[in-house]
């Protein structure tokens, strides 16, 4: 019991650091006069805000980007796209995410700048399989590998072999997947970086249930969600709870399965993401059917196509929105130059 007491203080105090840094970033904003002190410190309160507050990077960030557009201030451009792409990964709007980070690729490269090519090629290999185009994002991994190897960063380039394994993954190599993977877990225990060790257990976890190794599938996501749960990573913790429902549901172990695929939907409501949502309920769903209970099968499945049904009609509303953003701007244009043709003939 005291352990528990003990953790809940230290999660208490973690959040309170978070809010109190971000509190000072705010009163920061507004006694600040310069409107490029103005973007950095929205961009740093969005970064502060991370994956666990998507909604609220994405509102700062995209005041950082309107404002940055006014100066032409790349710099804040750039960290504004990023910070947006990296939001787009949480929330699932993957196609947004990759037209702000090839943005971000296209200024940093504009201003020849190798340090912001690095920081974009890891987001837009993620977005990339998040949209399953794994060739592509192979690729851009590949070019982290290189460039973190010559840089002699080695929690970069942890990071992209790490991700790399990820591709093999998906391309179904799993026994390239696990051999790659191996290498960013010996440089991260070399680190002592626990938190991205817990990237690695989830996916090596992941790769040994492909295999059918369901026991050490579960001895690597269970490392995975003790290190994200202690340290508060509520989008990895949910990640790593829905796959241990998935394995447990595979062994025939419905409680235990029912158990973690709560505790993921839990979380995806606490971080909004729609796309961990889904995926839950899909499976609470299967776990109801092979449990041969239709009245929880139905209800989840009704609730999985309700909030199907409003993730299609939100991004059609954006996309709308858009479409009459852009024909508003059109029509003006238009308008403007009929105005100066006018002017000229009245001139002749």
């Keep these: 019991m005291k352990k528990y007491f003990f953790l809940f203080l230290l999660f208490q105090f973690q959040l309170s650091f978070v809010n109190a840094q971000i509190d000072s970033l ?166 002592n970086n626990e938190n991205a060790l817990g990237d690695s257990y989830n996916d090596i976890g992941e790769t040994y249930f492909k295999l059918g190794m369901l026991d050490s599938s579960i001895y690597y996501l269970k490392k995975c969600f003790e290190i994200k749960e202690r340290l508060h990573d509520d989008e990895m913790a949910a990640l790593s709870s829905l796959n241990l429902g998935i394995v447990y549901m595979k062994k025939g172990n419905m409680a235990v399965a029912k158990q973690y695929l709560n505790k993921s939907y839990f979380l995806a409501l606490k971080i909004k993401s729609k796309s961990y949502q889904l995926e839950v309920l899909k499976e609470l769903s299967n776990a109801a059917r092979l449990e041969k209970n239709s009245k929880q099968e139905a209800e989840f499945l009704r609730i999985f196509v309700a909030l199907k049904d409003s993730v299609y009609n939100e991004e059609n509303q954006k996309q709308i929105n858009q479409l009459q953003t852009e024909f508003d701007t059109e029509k003006k244009e238009l308008k403007i130059k009929s105005l100066q043709t006018e002017q000229k003939q009245q001139q002749i």
């Design 26 to 191: 705010l009163n920061e904003l507004k006694h600040e006069k310069t409107d490029t002190g103005k973007v950095l410190l929205h961009i740093g309160i969005a970064r502060h805000y991370g994956w666990n507050l998507p909604d609220s990077t994405i509102a700062h960030a995209t005041i950082a980007k309107n404002i940055s557009k006014k100066l032409n201030y790349d710099k804040g451009l750039f960290l504004s796209y990023f910070s947006l792409c990296e939001a787009r990964y949480v929330t699932g709007e993957y196609g947004k995410g990759l037209n702000e980070a090839k943005e971000a690729l296209s200024i940093a490269r504009k201003n020849k700048r190798e340090d912001w090519e690095i920081k974009i090629y890891g987001s837009l290999g993620l977005l990339y399989l998040q949209t399953k185009k794994y060739k592509e994002a192979k690729e851009y991994f590949e070019l982290l590998v290189t460039l973190q190897s010559k840089n002699k960063n080695l929690a970069g380039l942890s990071s992209a072999i790490n991700n790399l394994a990820n591709c093999y993954f998906y391309l179904e190599d799993f026994s390239k997947s696990i051999e790659i993977r191996k290498k960013a877990i010996v440089i991260r225990k070399k680190l």
